[in-house]
């Protein structure tokens, strides 16, 4: 069966520090990969997503970036935390067909 | 681009009560997917239920259901006989393409 790891599950962070968040996807190929991110009291938006190996397609321009370095690897980074940057990541993948996305558990980050 | 909006930001319940939260969603698409998840305070998410817009029976998963009004772009959930585990955050979603788009979020409380 598949299953989605994600860490580490809680991040404190000064202000201009890097930032790595891994996710990595087992029993499947090829899948869709997704970084979500959870303000406090709020929806969820997509940040990035990818379809393949090295392709990577963004939807809000911001201080993070992503990359996927190898087939069930996802990463998320950024070289200097901004204090918005702070709020809860989700990692998720899904197949190619029309199904619902699979969530990782999540890392709540805290920038201070 | 589609919008999710969920109209109600917080719900409460008694145990074994039956409650329904809104959704109505904008498309211009013909062929989508909708969603129903749930946040627990453990913030996982969880699916609890799909509909493919194609399909005109609603669909059901033991004590949830939705009422699907495509002409009316709306996808209510149902939940019967409501539990104290059934208390979360309830997110609507919207998938046509490679992106699932989430609602702002209904926040279920279930009372004894």
């Known amino acids: 069966s598949q299953t989605i790891h994600q860490w580490p599950a809680t991040l404190v962070q000064p202000v201009g520090s890097p930032l790595s968040l891994e996710c990595t996807v087992e029993?499947?190929?090829?899948?869709?990969l997704y970084w979500y991110r959870q303000a406090a009291g709020r929806g969820l938006q997509l940040l990035f997503y990818?379809?393949?190996?090295?392709?990577i397609s963004s939807e809000v321009p911001q201080n993070l970036s992503a990359s996927r370095p190898q087939d069930r690897q996802f990463i998320l980074s950024s070289k200097k935390l901004l204090l918005s940057d702070s709020g809860f990541y989700l990692c998720?993948?899904?197949?190619?067909?029309?199904?619902?996305?699979?969530f990782g558990s999540g890392t709540r980050l805290t920038v201070v | 681009a589609q919008t999710v909006t969920q109209s109600q930001p917080e719900m409460s319940v008694q145990e074994a009560e039956t409650v329904t939260l809104s959704c109505t969603y904008d498309?211009?698409?013909?062929?989508?997917?909708l969603f129903w998840y749930k946040q627990p305070p453990s913030r996982q998410m969880i699916l609890v239920i799909r509909?493919?817009?194609?399909?005109?029976q609603n669909a059901t998963e033991n004590r949830f259901s939705v009422n699907f009004q495509k002409a009316a772009k709306s996808f209510s959930l149902k939940i019967s006989d409501s539990q104290l585990g059934d208390t979360a955050m309830y997110f609507c979603?919207?998938?046509?393409?490679?992106?699932?788009?989430f609602g702002k979020g209904t926040s279920l409380l279930v009372t004894p």
């Open positions: 998720a993948w899904s197949d190619e067909g029309q199904g619902g996305f699979v």
């Open positions: 029993g499947t190929s090829n899948p869709n």
């Open positions: 990818s379809v393949g190996i090295g392709q």
């Open positions: 498309t211009s698409e013909s062929n989508y997917y």
């Open positions: 509909q493919e817009a194609y399909k005109q």
């Open positions: 979603a919207f998938r046509s393409g490679y992106a699932l788009n």
